[in-house]
C-alpha cells in the first residue's frame, strides 16, 4: 500500500501495479494485497488494477529476460486453471496479462482471459509473424515492452519486433526511460506505430531512486547505475530506475518528428513551453496534447478506461493537476513556480 502511495505522490495519476512470474505461493501472499490497494478508500480509482507479467511467457534466454524460468507456465499444461485461481487470489483486479504468442494454448488462454473481462497483451516472447497475428485475431491488443523482453541478437526480419511493428490491431507499450530503447529506436517505433498506437510505460522496478549498488530483488541480485537496474551479471534489464515522469520527459526532450495516422505533423509544436517552430536540425517534439495522448488517454483506453471520466472522478476526489508543465519539462507542481499548462 505504502509503495503505492509514493508513486502516486511521485506525479502518476493512476498506477496499474505489475507481479512478474512467481511461484504459486508468492502469488498467493502479493495478489490479495494489491486487491486490498484497489479497493482502499486512499487509492480507489488511481490503482486500476493489477498487471500479471507471467507467468505464460516464453523460458528461453533473453526473451525470459529477469522472470524465474523455473515458474514459467506453458498455458497447455493447466495455464487457465492457473489463470482462474490469479484471478480469485486478486479478487477479480486483474486487469492485463501478459502472454507469449508462441505458446501452447496461448490462443485458447488469450480469448478464456478476454472473456473473464482481462486484456491481452504479447511480449517477453519469441514469436513468429503468423503466431502473433493470430493472437491479435484472438483479441490481444497490446505489445508489453515493444523492443524488450527478447534476446539481444535475433534474426534481422524474423523477430516479433517487426511482426508487433506491422500488427495494427496492437498498441504498443513503450519504456521511454532512455535506457531501454535508444533514441533512434524510440523514434522508429513512433512514426512506424503512430500516437494513437502508443502507451508510455515506466516499468519502474522496487529498487528504482535507490542508490548505486546492488540489491536484492525478484528473488536475484540486480545492480542499480541510475536509472538503470540490471541484472548481476549485467545480461538484461530488470525494470527501470526511471518514474513515469523522468519517462514523460524523456521523450518530452526527443526533438523527433512523428506524423499521426492521419497524416497530421504530431511536431507542429515545440516541447518548449508550447512555442511553435523548429529545434535545432530542423526537428521539433511533440506537443503537450500530445505527451498527454501517449502518457495518459491512451494508456487508459487500453484498458477500456475513459480518459474524460477518469479526469472528472480525479477531480472530484480532489485530486490534481499533480504536474505542470514548466519550459518543455512535466514537474510535480510543489517543485515548480506557476505555470500556464497544466496536467
Given at each position: 500500500?505504502?509503495?503505492?502511495e509514493?508513486?502516486?505522490?511521485?506525479?502518476?495519476?493512476?498506477?496499474?501495479?505489475?507481479?512478474?512470474?512467481?511461484?504459486?505461493?508468492?502469488?498467493?501472499?502479493?495478489?490479495?494485497?494489491?486487491?486490498?490497494?484497489?479497493?482502499?478508500?486512499?487509492?480507489?480509482?488511481r490503482?486500476?488494477?493489477?498487471h500479471?507479467?507471467?507467468?505464460?511467457?516464453?523460458?528461453?534466454?533473453?526473451?525470459?529476460?529477469?522472470?524465474?524460468?523455473?515458474?514459467?507456465?506453458?498455458?497447455a499444461?493447466?495455464?487457465?486453471?492457473?489463470?482462474?485461481?490469479?484471478?480469485?487470489?486478486?479478487?477479480?483486479?486483474?486487469?492485463?496479462?501478459?502472454?507469449?504468442?508462441?505458446?501452447?494454448?496461448?490462443?485458447?488462454?488469450?480469448?478464456?482471459?478476454?472473456?473473464?473481462?482481462?486484456?491481452?497483451s504479447?511480449?517477453?516472447?519469441?514469436?513468429?509473424?503468423?503466431?502473433?497475428?493470430?493472437?491479435?485475431?484472438?483479441?490481444?491488443?497490446l505489445?508489453?515492452?515493444?523492443?524488450?523482453?527478447?534476446?539481444?541478437?535475433?534474426?534481422?526480419?524474423?523477430?516479433?519486433?517487426?511482426?508487433?511493428?506491422?500488427?495494427?490491431?496492437?498498441?504498443?507499450?513503450?519504456?521511454?526511460?532512455?535506457?531501454?530503447?535508444?533514441?533512434?529506436?524510440?523514434?522508429?517505433?513512433?512514426?512506424?506505430?503512430?500516437?494513437s498506437?502508443?502507451?508510455?510505460?515506466?516499468?519502474?522496478?522496487?529498487?528504482?531512486?535507490?542508490?548505486?549498488?546492488?540489491?536484492?530483488?525478484?528473488?536475484?541480485?540486480?545492480?542499480?547505475?541510475?536509472?538503470?537496474?540490471?541484472?548481476?551479471?549485467?545480461?538484461?534489464?530488470?525494470?527501470?530506475?526511471?518514474?513515469?515522469?523522468?519517462?514523460?520527459?524523456?521523450?518530452?526532450?526527443?526533438?523527433?518528428?512523428?506524423?499521426?495516422?492521419?497524416?497530421?505533423?504530431?511536431?507542429?509544436?515545440?516541447?518548449?513551453?508550447?512555442?511553435?517552430?523548429?529545434?535545432?536540425?530542423?526537428?521539433?517534439?511533440?506537443?503537450?496534447?500530445?505527451?498527454?495522448?501517449?502518457?495518459?488517454?491512451?494508456?487508459?483506453?487500453?484498458?477500456?478506461?475513459?480518459?474524460?471520466?477518469?479526469?472528472?472522478?480525479?477531480?472530484?476526489?480532489?485530486?490534481?493537476?499533480?504536474?505542470?508543465?514548466?519550459?518543455?519539462?512535466?514537474?510535480?507542481?510543489?517543485?515548480?513556480?506557476?505555470?500556464?499548462?497544466?496536467?
Amino acid at each position: 500500500m505504502a509503495a503505492c502511495e509514493r508513486l502516486l505522490d511521485a506525479g502518476c495519476a493512476c498506477i496499474l501495479p505489475t507481479v512478474i512470474t512467481s511461484p504459486v505461493e508468492v502469488y498467493a501472499h502479493v495478489l490479495p494485497l494489491l486487491a486490498d490497494a484497489c479497493e482502499s478508500e486512499r487509492l480507489r480509482g488511481r490503482v486500476l488494477g493489477i498487471h500479471l507479467e507471467g507467468p505464460f511467457i516464453s523460458d528461453q534466454p533473453g526473451a525470459v529476460g529477469c522472470h524465474p524460468p523455473a515458474h514459467v507456465l506453458d498455458p497447455a499444461n493447466g495455464g487457465i486453471a492457473l489463470f482462474d485461481q490469479l484471478m480469485s487470489l486478486s479478487r477479480g483486479h486483474v486487469r492485463l496479462l501478459t502472454i507469449a504468442a508462441e505458446g501452447r494454448g496461448a490462443a485458447e488462454l488469450c480469448a478464456h482471459a478476454i472473456a473473464a473481462g482481462v486484456v491481452v497483451s504479447l511480449g517477453h516472447q519469441l514469436a513468429t509473424a503468423e503466431q502473433i497475428h493470430e493472437l491479435a485475431a484472438c483479441g490481444a491488443s497490446l505489445l508489453t515492452h515493444l523492443g524488450n523482453g527478447c534476446p539481444a541478437v535475433v534474426n534481422r526480419h524474423a523477430n516479433p519486433i517487426w511482426a508487433g511493428l506491422a500488427e495494427d490491431r496492437l498498441s504498443a507499450m513503450l519504456i521511454t526511460d532512455g535506457v531501454h530503447l535508444p533514441r533512434d529506436v524510440l523514434v522508429a517505433m513512433l512514426r512506424a506505430k503512430g500516437l494513437s498506437r502508443v502507451i508510455v510505460t515506466s516499468d519502474v522496478a522496487p529498487v528504482a531512486c535507490l542508490p548505486c549498488g546492488t540489491y536484492q530483488c525478484f528473488g536475484s541480485s540486480v545492480h542499480v547505475e541510475g536509472s538503470a537496474i540490471r541484472s548481476a551479471d549485467r545480461s538484461c534489464l530488470a525494470g527501470s530506475g526511471a518514474l513515469m515522469l523522468e519517462c514523460m520527459n524523456h521523450l518530452a526532450g526527443l526533438r523527433a518528428w512523428v506524423v499521426d495516422e492521419a497524416g497530421v505533423d504530431a511536431g507542429s509544436t515545440l516541447c518548449t513551453g508550447g512555442d511553435v517552430g523548429t529545434a535545432a536540425g530542423g526537428e521539433v517534439g511533440l506537443s503537450l496534447e500530445q505527451l498527454l495522448l501517449v502518457g495518459f488517454d491512451n494508456p487508459l483506453r487500453a484498458l477500456g478506461l475513459s480518459p474524460e471520466s477518469t479526469r472528472r472522478a480525479l477531480e472530484a476526489a480532489c485530486v490534481g493537476p499533480l504536474v505542470e508543465w514548466c519550459g518543455g519539462q512535466f514537474r510535480l507542481r510543489s517543485a515548480c513556480p506557476p505555470c500556464h499548462a497544466e496536467s
